[in-house]
């Protein structure tokens, strides 16, 4: 049970630790394909991040400070879609040292997870999912209103931000690139990787 804390639900330290452990075990034991497009897929969306921020900073009527917070808050986007919408990041299955450490899985897998996802990274970085889609997938995991706008307004944001086009505001021939980002990159992978019975809900 999560613990009270300020007022708010959340789980304690312990809690925590206990909680990596066991995702850090499925997260080392994913069958490769969708360990890789799952790492694919965070590459895209820290890119997606790291384009807003760029954007952000590119401001040079910010002085420093308030550059630097917005750039903040703009990068933390590519984190957010990764958490929301399920992907594999590198920097954060470092945190599978702890299952390690417990010996509930070995160094061969360790080192497996950590090499494949950080390829996938790369992979996904050069190319990014199209965020009209993946704001509609992130949108679904809310349980209220308040959730599902939260869960759209950064992506979109960024969508525009970018300059990228959407099928319906724009040309005909856009649409062709969103059935690929869209309907390849986000709702195909994603099926592969769910619906298909390769691996189970992580966050259960």
Known sequence: MPSIIFGSEA???????????????????????PMLVLGVLAGAFI???????VLVNAD??????????????????GLVIVIVAGAELFTGN?????AWADRQITTVELLRNWAVVFTGNLIGAAGIAVL????????????????????????????VAAGFEHSVANL???VLGNIVG???????VYHLVYQR????????
Not at 134 to 157: C, E, N, Q, S, Y
């Open 47 to 53: 890119g997606i991040g790291g384009m807003l921020f």
């Open 172 to 174: 005909v021939p856009v």
């Open 60 to 77: 040079s009527a910010l002085t420093f400070a308030p550059s630097a917070l917005l750039g903040g808050v703009a990068f933390s986007l």
């Open 94 to 98: 470092n945190l599978l040292v702890m």
């Open 182 to 188: 869209g309907g390849v990159l986000v709702g195909l």
């Open 132 to 159: 009209v889609c993946l704001a509609v997938w992130m949108a679904t995991a809310g349980r209220t209103v308040v959730d599902k706008v939260a869960a759209i307004v950064f992506p979109i944001t960024a969508f």
């Open 11 to 33: 789980f304690s330290p312990k809690e925590i630790a206990r909680r990596i452990r066991a995702v850090g075990v499925v997260k080392a034991r994913l069958p490769l394909f």
């Open 197 to 204: 019975g390769a691996i189970r809900d992580m966050r259960e």
